[in-house]
């Protein structure tokens, strides 16, 4: 299929798709004279880079992931795998920390309604 048909399968645009091979994310097209010709693999890649993106995925993440990677016949399912297991993995590490950061603001809390200077009082009466 030519680009055009190609970009309305996979809901981009010509400039999105060009983009996707300049970074390395689609294989360049094969060409039938100055045509470029995609198949349904390439449908399929775009379908699985724009899940990716939707998943929080950025292009600059999926250009690491997919660096050196031999994406003739689509993105390779271990390694899309290992970079939602990196990803979870990240996300957990995060999730980790902010519960941390939570569990410190409410041991605050408690300290600061303690305080004698918290006792009764109401900031607003202090107009």
Not at 96 to 110: F, I, P, S, T, V
């Amino acid at each position: 299929m030519y680009i055009g048909e190609f970009c309305r399968r996979t809901q981009t645009t010509p400039k999105t798709i060009r983009y996707y091979e300049s970074i390395g994310l689609l294989p360049l097209a094969k060409r039938q004279g100055s045509y470029r010709v995609y198949d349904d693999t390439y449908v399929e890649t775009v379908r699985q880079i724009k899940l990716a993106q939707q998943q929080g995925f950025t292009l600059a993440e999926l250009k690491q992931v997919f660096a050196g990677v031999d994406t003739r016949r689509g993105l390779p399912p271990p390694v899309i795998l290992q970079a939602v297991a990196d990803k979870r993995q990240h996300i957990a590490e995060q999730v980790n920390k902010l519960q941390d950061a939570d569990a410190q603001l409410a041991e605050l809390e408690l300290e600061l309604k303690k305080s004698p200077c918290f006792v009764d009082s109401d900031p607003r009466d202090k107009v």
